[in-house]
């Protein structure tokens, strides 16, 4: 987070840091509901897009708080491009690396996650 | 953590940040994915050439460099012939 101090004097020191406290919270929580959100596509197929441009096909069998990702049974987009992947049959991403997830439109239900989210940013605000 | 638990004793390719792709027998990690490989080979990739691997031994990586831990099977692993395998090396995480 990228926060400047612009004077020295106490007062706005104190704001920053409050604001500071406050985005990190937020972000907190946003993360908690994807992770939920995540946890509800156990056992389902879900392709991953590296932000190596690495794209990964496979089960979601778990996923952790810092969205990592664990991947069984899994194939690469492009076997001919990408050959490094040949003899892998299940693999943990880490989720600082991950660009995208792509999933089956009927996996989730935008409504009640829509709906999530804004009561998250609501809870943010307060 | 998602669970790297059960690779370990297990052979595993480690891709790092940098594209680059290192083999070897896990024998522990902790929840910031540093690792810790035993008998670690690297795998060089190139389009002119098969696979070079190059022998590093016991191998400690740091976890803000791994971007994947992948299970090897063994079994198809030593079917393939790598010195007739050809690839551009893999990219570097762009954010």
Known sequence: MNIKIQDSTHSTRYIDIYITQRTFDASQLFIMLIFSFFKTLTDQVITVELKNDLSITGTLKSVDQFLNIRLDGISVEDPERHPHMLAVKNCFIRGSVVRYVRMAARSVDTTLLEDATRREAKEAKK | ?95
């Open chain 2, 1 to 95: 953590m998602a669970s790297i638990e059960s690779y370990v004793d297990h052979l595993v390719q480690v891709i790092l940040y940098d594209g680059r792709i290192i083999v070897g027998k896990l024998k522990g990690y902790d929840p910031r994915t540093n690792l810790i490989l035993a008998d670690s080979v690297e795998r060089e990739y190139s389009t002119d050439q098969g696979v070079e691997m190059i022998p590093l031994g016991l191998y400690m990586i740091k976890g803000d460099n791994v971007a994947l831990v992948a299970e090897l099977d063994e079994e198809k692993d030593s079917t393939i012939d790598y010195t007739e395998v050809k690839a551009e090396p893999l990219g570097e995480i762009h954010h």
